[in-house]
């Protein structure tokens, strides 16, 4: 007979665990969650939420919320330093194919719409995971200063530094893509809404994502060591000077942004497992399959790792066959978006004329038809059909 009533461990309260929470308490299952900061609170800027995860998310009774919050994307494109497009979509005609919608919104507006929707008992905060044991059919997870929980499947959600997968796998190598991202969040008119655009230069892009009329997430890029120390003079000032002229007056958008929310980062990735899990334990979202932000898929595919997972264990027999279902599933998805998002940020690193005049030409030389095609193969994945 298929699982029943399980009781779950899931490890991280992001986006990813909290969805998978909603998605596993959705077919019966019995679910914690355990987060080790003391709150959750804003933290992060913007993300896309493409159309394959908001179809999960109204199945779990989050779209409303998000559409309250949202922008819609009408147009999606990358274009030259210049203002020049190289590629461009037209969104709306996606969401009308799709029969739903893509959105730019706040990181944290996401989280706090998924963890409305969850009993205030099911998350516990100020539970740092400090490891885990496995005996027989049940996993004992361990926290600092806290007593230990066990439970019949634990699912490690805890990011890209994940406790579970490194209990799991030891420590696994991380590449760094040769570039460092700054994130910021303004709030200022905007002068192109429903325009999700990327500009890319030599070795250097630009972000210009809005999520309200009076609000916009944006991001910038440039080639960098790894920790590389920041500008003497400030991220802000190096920003604006760096982009000045840009598209959009972008560099506006910057100086505008408050210097304490401009969030820095090494872009890195982790070369894709073969496997997830052992035992009783597996992995979702960046814990499992860590990917450059270049495709916008890591929180959508984190919604859909749930999904998957709940459905997996609702027709199996076993724990383990669900899982390894599970794995069979997920794997060959997150593996190639995984390897696509990386590819993209190489020619993004180039910094020759002549090679950067290559990329743009292979751009806007690229039929729209197959470039409708891909952008259709990752937003227009459906996480409940069975294969």
């Given at each position: 007979?298929p699982?029943r009533?399980?009781?779950?461990?899931?490890?991280?309260?992001?986006?990813?665990g909290?969805?998978?929470?909603?998605?596993?308490?959705?077919?019966?299952?019995?679910v914690?969650?355990?987060e080790?900061?003391p709150?959750?609170?804003?933290?992060?800027?913007?993300?896309?939420?493409?159309?394959?995860?908001?179809?999960i998310?109204?199945?779990?009774?989050?779209?409303?919320?998000?559409?309250?919050?949202?922008?819609?994307?009408?147009?999606?494109?990358?274009?030259?330093?210049?203002?020049?497009?190289?590629?461009?979509?037209?969104?709306?005609?996606?969401?009308?194919?799709?029969?739903?919608?893509?959105?730019?919104?706040?990181?944290?507006?996401?989280?706090?719409?998924l963890?409305?929707?969850?009993?205030?008992?099911v998350?516990?905060?100020?539970?740092?995971?400090?490891g885990?044991?496995?005996?027989?059919?049940?996993?004992?997870?361990?926290?600092?200063?806290?007593?230990?929980?066990?439970?019949?499947l634990?699912?490690?959600?805890?990011?890209?530094?994940?406790?579970?997968?490194?209990?799991?796998?030891?420590?696994?190598?991380?590449?760094?893509?040769?570039?460092?991202?700054?994130?910021?969040?303004?709030?200022?008119?905007?002068?192109?809404p429903?325009?999700?655009?990327?500009?890319?230069?030599?070795?250097?892009?630009?972000?210009?994502?809005?999520?309200?009329?009076?609000?916009?997430?944006?991001?910038?890029?440039?080639?960098?060591?790894?920790?590389?120390?920041?500008?003497?003079?400030?991220?802000?000032?190096?920003?604006?000077?760096?982009?000045?002229?840009?598209?959009?007056?972008?560099?506006?958008?910057?100086?505008?942004?408050?210097?304490?929310?401009?969030?820095?980062?090494?872009?890195?990735?982790?070369?894709?497992?073969?496997?997830?899990?052992?035992?009783?334990?597996?992995?979702?979202?960046?814990?499992?399959?860590?990917?450059?932000?270049?495709?916008?898929?890591?929180?959508?595919?984190?919604?859909?790792?749930?999904?998957?997972?709940?459905?997996?264990?609702?027709?199996a027999?076993?724990?383990?066959?669900?899982?390894?279902?599970?794995?069979?599933?997920r794997?060959?998805?997150?593996?190639?978006?995984?390897?696509?998002?990386?590819?993209?940020?190489?020619?993004?690193?180039?910094?020759?004329?002549?090679?950067?005049?290559?990329r743009?030409?292979?751009?806007?030389?690229t039929?729209?038809n197959?470039a409708?095609?891909?952008?259709?193969?990752?937003?227009?994945?459906?996480?409940?059909?069975?294969?």
């Amino acid at each position: 007979m298929p699982l029943r009533a399980l009781s779950v461990a899931v490890v991280g309260a992001g986006i990813g665990g909290l969805a998978a929470a909603l998605s596993l308490r959705r077919v019966g299952m019995y679910v914690r969650v355990f987060e080790r900061a003391p709150e959750i609170k804003e933290v992060g800027a913007g993300l896309g939420v493409w159309a394959n995860a908001v179809r999960i998310l109204d199945r779990l009774g989050a779209g409303e919320a998000i559409r309250a919050v949202a922008q819609p994307m009408e147009r999606a494109g990358i274009f030259s330093r210049r203002g020049r497009a190289l590629s461009l979509m037209d969104m709306r005609e996606f969401s009308r194919a799709l029969g739903v919608s893509s959105f730019v919104m706040h990181r944290t507006a996401l989280q706090k719409a998924l963890l409305s929707l969850l009993p205030a008992e099911v998350v516990s905060t100020g539970f740092q995971c400090v490891g885990l044991h496995r005996r027989g059919g049940k996993v004992e997870l361990q926290f600092k200063d806290r007593p230990p929980f066990e439970a019949d499947l634990v699912v490690g959600a805890d990011g890209f530094h994940s406790v579970i997968r490194r209990n799991l796998f030891g420590e696994t190598a991380t590449r760094f893509s040769g570039q460092t991202c700054y994130r910021g969040v303004v709030r200022m008119t905007v002068k192109h809404p429903g325009l999700l655009a990327e500009f890319q230069g030599t070795g250097q892009r630009l972000g210009h994502c809005p999520f309200a009329k009076d609000r916009m997430y944006w991001f910038a890029c440039h080639n960098a060591a790894p920790n590389e120390p920041e500008d003497t003079r400030g991220a802000k000032v190096k920003l604006v000077e760096m982009f000045a002229g840009w598209p959009y007056a972008m560099e506006e958008v910057i100086a505008a942004t408050p210097d304490e929310s401009i969030i820095r980062s090494d872009l890195s990735d982790r070369v894709p497992l073969k496997t997830w899990g052992a035992d009783h334990v597996t992995l979702l979202g960046d814990a499992a399959h860590p990917m450059l932000p270049n495709l916008g898929q890591g929180a959508c595919t984190a919604i859909e790792d749930g999904a998957v997972l709940a459905q997996c264990l609702t027709q199996a027999e076993t724990v383990d066959a669900a899982l390894r279902n599970y794995e069979a599933r997920r794997i060959p998805r997150t593996t190639r978006l995984v390897t696509l998002s990386w590819r993209f940020g190489i020619a993004a690193r180039w910094t020759n004329p002549l090679a950067v005049r290559c990329r743009e030409a292979i751009l806007k030389a690229t039929p729209e038809n197959l470039a409708r095609q891909e952008l259709m193969r990752q937003v227009g994945y459906d996480a409940f059909q069975t294969p």
